[in-house]
C-alpha cells in the first residue's frame, strides 16, 4: 500500500513563494510517475506539473511554467514544488499524485492516470 502526505500549505503574499513536499510511505520505489494538481473551489481538478523517477524528465502547465519547479528525492521518498512569484489566481487546494506506470511526458497531465493521490492541502495567495 502506498500512502501520500503533502506538507501544510499557507497564506502568502502575492509575489511570494512556497515550498510544498509530499512524503511517500509504503512502496515507495515502486511510484515512478509524480505530479501536482491543484483544485480551486467550483473547478476541476487542473494539472500543475509532472516529474519521472528515472531520468527525471518534467513537464508543467503553461500557467506555471517558469516560476514552479517540481523535483523529487528518491531516496527520502519526497515529491517537492517549488512555488515562485506567486499570484491570486495560484489559490488552490494541491495535491500530489502518484503511478507505478513510466508514462511518455505527453500523459503525465491526465489526472486518470495516476493511482494514489493525497489529501491536498491549501494554498491562498492574497494581500
Known amino acids: 500500500q502506498v500512502q501520500l502526505e503533502e506538507s501544510a500549505g499557507g497564506l502568502v503574499l502575492p509575489g511570494g513563494s512556497l515550498r510544498l513536499s509530499c512524503v511517500v510511505s509504503g512502496r515507495a520505489p515502486s511510484i515512478n510517475s509524480m505530479a501536482w494538481f491543484r483544485q480551486a473551489p467550483g473547478t476541476e481538478r487542473e494539472f500543475v506539473a509532472a516529474?519521472?523517477?528515472?531520468?527525471?524528465?518534467?513537464v508543467y502547465a503553461d500557467s506555471v511554467k517558469g516560476r514552479f519547479t517540481i523535483s523529487r528525492d528518491n531516496v527520502k521518498g519526497t515529491l517537492y514544488l517549488q512555488m515562485n512569484s506567486l499570484k491570486p489566481e495560484d489559490t488552490a487546494v494541491y495535491y500530489c499524485?502518484?503511478?507505478?506506470?513510466?508514462?511518455?511526458?505527453?500523459?503525465?497531465?491526465?489526472?486518470?492516470?495516476?493511482?494514489?493521490w493525497g489529501q491536498g492541502t491549501q494554498v491562498t495567495v492574497s494581500s
Open positions: 516529474i519521472r523517477r528515472g531520468d527525471r524528465k518534467t
Open positions: 499524485a502518484g503511478t507505478g506506470a513510466n508514462y511518455i511526458l505527453s500523459a503525465m497531465s491526465q489526472k486518470e492516470g495516476y493511482d494514489y
